[in-house]
């Protein structure tokens, strides 16, 4: 009978059918990390909010869906659906701003118009004059308009107050996004 026992449980140990929850969790863990990468585009199947999993390992959400489209069109194929349980994993760090040259941002609430520049940066056009001199008659057309709650993430440059403020050639970001050319990331406070 203490020969059978002995056997039963150095057959348990070998197979590791009493690994500890702590070694099992770990392979949750590692199991969900593998599904998800650096770079990735990824939502819920019960949310229409597609974030960024950025190289720092925190995820940063599309605000709506025009600031999605201003960096990847009307392209979701390369969005990627996983559960509520791996995107937990990875912690929200902010949010992604519109690609530059694209669009000029207006927070609810406000008057000023912003053309968004390169490295996270809005640069205020302070009046419709300017507006009209720098980035021609139809500019009220680009306007989109975001929360005021991104207001107080975003950097602030000068205002651009005459033509030669502002060279949209010099605001160009690549297409094939790396951490070193972040998604104009507006990170939380």
């Given at each position: 009978?203490?020969?059978?026992?002995?056997?039963?449980?150095a057959l348990v140990l070998s197979t590791g059918l009493l690994a500890s929850p702590l070694t099992?969790?770990?392979?949750?863990?590692?199991?969900?990390?593998?599904?998800?990468?650096?770079?990735?585009?990824?939502?819920?199947?019960?949310?229409?909010?597609?974030?960024?999993?950025?190289?720092?390992?925190?995820?940063?959400?599309?605000?709506?869906?025009?600031?999605?489209?201003?960096?990847?069109?009307?392209?979701?194929?390369?969005?990627?659906?996983?559960?509520?349980?791996?995107?937990?994993?990875?912690?929200?760090?902010?949010?992604?701003?519109?690609?530059?040259?694209?669009?000029?941002?207006?927070?609810?609430?406000?008057r000023d118009v912003y053309v968004v520049v390169k490295n996270n940066e809005l640069r205020r056009?302070?009046?419709?004059?300017?507006?009209n001199q720098v980035l021609g008659l139809g500019w009220t057309r680009n306007v989109e308009k975001?929360?005021?709650?991104?207001?107080?993430?975003?950097?602030?440059?000068?205002?651009?107050?005459?033509?030669?403020?502002?060279?949209?050639?010099?605001?160009?970001?690549?297409?094939?996004?790396?951490?070193?050319?972040?998604?104009?990331?507006?990170?939380?406070?």
């Amino acid at each position: 009978m203490m020969k059978r026992i002995f056997v039963v449980l150095a057959l348990v140990l070998s197979t590791g059918l009493l690994a500890s929850p702590l070694t099992a969790s770990a392979c949750v863990e590692d199991a969900v990390a593998q599904d998800v990468h650096v770079g990735d585009l990824v939502k819920t199947s019960d949310s229409s909010t597609v974030s960024y999993i950025a190289a720092n390992g925190l995820r940063f959400n599309f605000p709506n869906a025009a600031v999605y489209k201003s960096w990847y069109g009307n392209d979701f194929s390369k969005v990627k659906v996983i559960s509520k349980t791996q995107l937990s994993y990875r912690p929200l760090g902010g949010y992604v701003m519109f690609r530059p040259n694209t669009k000029l941002v207006q927070f609810i609430g406000s008057r000023d118009v912003y053309v968004v520049v390169k490295n996270n940066e809005l640069r205020r056009l302070p009046s419709a004059a300017i507006a009209n001199q720098v980035l021609g008659l139809g500019w009220t057309r680009n306007v989109e308009k975001l929360p005021a709650r991104f207001g107080g993430a975003v950097k602030f440059g000068f205002d651009i107050t005459t033509p030669g403020d502002y060279e949209p050639s010099k605001q160009t970001v690549p297409v094939e996004i790396t951490w070193s050319t972040p998604l104009n990331m507006v990170v939380m406070r």
